[in-house]
């Protein structure tokens, strides 16, 4: 079977963090163009990828499709589909479109990535493919700089972790998507209820997850100060 890559763009948030906007943030325009073109165009570029699916909202399935076509030339690999209510089942129903397709096997690799982090670099996004492939799943990550202070009730600290043992998780993340979805499916509701993002599914099961160098300036656009940031990003070095 040709190649078995997708990249999978997590674009179902409805950005209720960044204000009084009327849209989601990830159509937020950055540079004079929606935050999710950025992100998608790094993904185009990158010829790794077999097809691209972008989940979205349902109410913003037909204008997400819209500003694709205005906005990427060459947009004949990607597919918008519906997103889920939570960020695991909008991956799930990534897989299940690849299976859908009859393209899901052994070996089909999905690169998940949120879709307002559009400094992705193709970097990231090769080391992803490669580890996954070779690990079955792996997380980008960047060393904490701060200390990171643990509070079990929110008042007191309950504990300080060693920092050089810490680190921020960014994405992508990046799995073999059949194993993803059968260890997803193997979660009881108690576990599911406590994920905060496809990596978990694998540690709540002891199962092993590489480690992939991130980049500080892959940032995650969620409040109005990151529009801000991202702005002075765009207007300075536009290296990938």
């Not at 185009?44 to 990427?72: C, E, G, N, S």
């Amino acid at each position: 079977m040709q190649n078995q890559i997708y990249g999978v763009i997590l674009a179902g948030g409805q950005g209720t963090r960044m204000g009084n906007s009327d849209k989601p943030k990830q159509f937020l325009e950055v540079g004079g163009r929606p935050i999710l073109i950025h992100t998608v165009e790094k993904f185009i570029v990158t010829p790794d990828f077999r097809q691209i699916i972008v989940l979205a909202p349902k109410q913003w399935l037909a204008y997400t499709k819209d500003i694709i076509k205005k906005y990427i030339k060459h947009h004949e690999k990607i597919v918008v589909i519906e997103g889920g209510n939570t960020r695991n089942e909008t991956i799930m129903n990534a897989i299940q479109y690849i299976e859908n397709a009859g393209c899901l096997t052994e070996e089909t690799i999905i690169v998940t990535h949120d879709s307002v982090r559009p400094f992705v670099t193709y970097r990231i996004i090769e080391e992803n493919i490669r580890y996954a492939e070779e690990c079955g799943a792996c997380d980008t990550v960047i060393p904490a700089s701060d200390t990171i202070v643990e509070s079990c009730g929110g008042s007191f600290i309950s504990n300080i972790p060693e920092r050089k043992m810490m680190y921020q998780g960014q994405t992508p993340q990046s799995f073999k998507a059949k194993k993803l979805r059968e260890i997803y499916e193997s979660l009881t509701d108690e576990e599911r209820g406590i994920l905060t993002d496809a990596c978990k599914i694998y540690v709540l099961k002891n199962e092993p997850v590489h480690l992939v160098e991130g980049d500080v300036s892959n940032i995650k656009i969620t409040y109005p100060h990151d529009l801000r940031v991202a702005e002075a990003i765009l207007g300075g070095s536009k290296t990938c």
